[in-house]
């Protein structure tokens, strides 16, 4: 069964700084993965979404990831954090090709410093 | 805004108790499925609805039941509650051949 693990329950990164998210994923077929956005007491927002094109996603709100089959990791980046990225985010895996089936991760809660 | 509501927004219920959870989709979009996200937690699938029949479950018990109706509306039915049924409940749609789903906002169910 797929699986996804978040490095680091919590990040803290400054006001402009990169921002780096971690996931790995453990699936036995070629997955499709995202990354979800949630704001306090609010539902979830798709920041991204890979689906077996090219390897490098970008999304919305100028964030990104790249999907490394031989690392099974799909890690998230911004180049400069701005205070309104402080949030939940969630890494998921599709149960096999059915995107709306999908396994998520335990979230990364996410701090800017200003 | 994703088009999807779910009401209420939040909800108290006593150990034991049933409660029905709805959900509002976009017009068109003919899957719905449910997840429960425990404090902290990440989201965990609870099942799917396709064109009104479930078409994929997680590992919940059959006490989590659902429905959807031809108006784009759907339920989520939980019986005999249980203390650890205390979670954030949302609601996905997405339309026919899309690669996305949309979430609404969620029901907060806290049980006594």
């Known amino acids: 069964a797929q699986s996804v693990t978040q490095l680091g329950s919590h990040v803290s990164v400054s006001e402009g700084a990169l921002v780096l998210l971690r996931c790995n994923y453990s699936s036995s077929v070629p997955p499709y993965l995202f990354w979800y956005v949630q704001y306090p007491n609010q539902g979830l927002q798709l920041l991204l979404k890979?689906?077996?094109?090219?390897?490098l996603v970008k999304g919305i709100n100028g964030f990104e990831a790249e999907f490394k089959k031989s690392e099974t990791s799909f890690h998230l980046t911004k180049p400069s954090a701005h205070m309104s990225d402080a949030a939940e985010y969630f890494c998921a895996v599709s149960e096999g090709t059915s995107y709306d089936k999908v396994i998520f991760g335990p979230g990364t809660s996410l701090s800017v410093i200003p | 805004e994703t088009g999807v509501t779910q009401s209420p927004t939040h909800l108290i219920k006593t150990r034991g108790q049933q409660v029905t959870l709805r959900c509002s989709s976009q017009s068109g979009h003919n899957t719905v499925s449910w997840y429960q996200q425990a404090l902290g937690q990440g989201p965990q699938f609870i099942f799917q609805y396709y064109r009104e029949e479930e078409n994929g479950r997680g590992n919940f018990p059959p006490r989590f039941s659902g429905l959807q109706f031809p108006n784009y509306s759907s339920e989520l039915n939980v019986n005999a509650l249980e203390l650890d049924d205390s979670a954030l409940y949302l609601c996905?749609?997405?339309?026919?051949?899309?690669?996305?789903?949309?979430f609404g906002p969620g029901t907060r169910l806290t049980v006594l």
């Open positions: 890979y689906t077996s094109a090219a390897t």
């Open positions: 996905a749609s997405s339309p026919p051949l899309a690669d996305t789903q949309y």
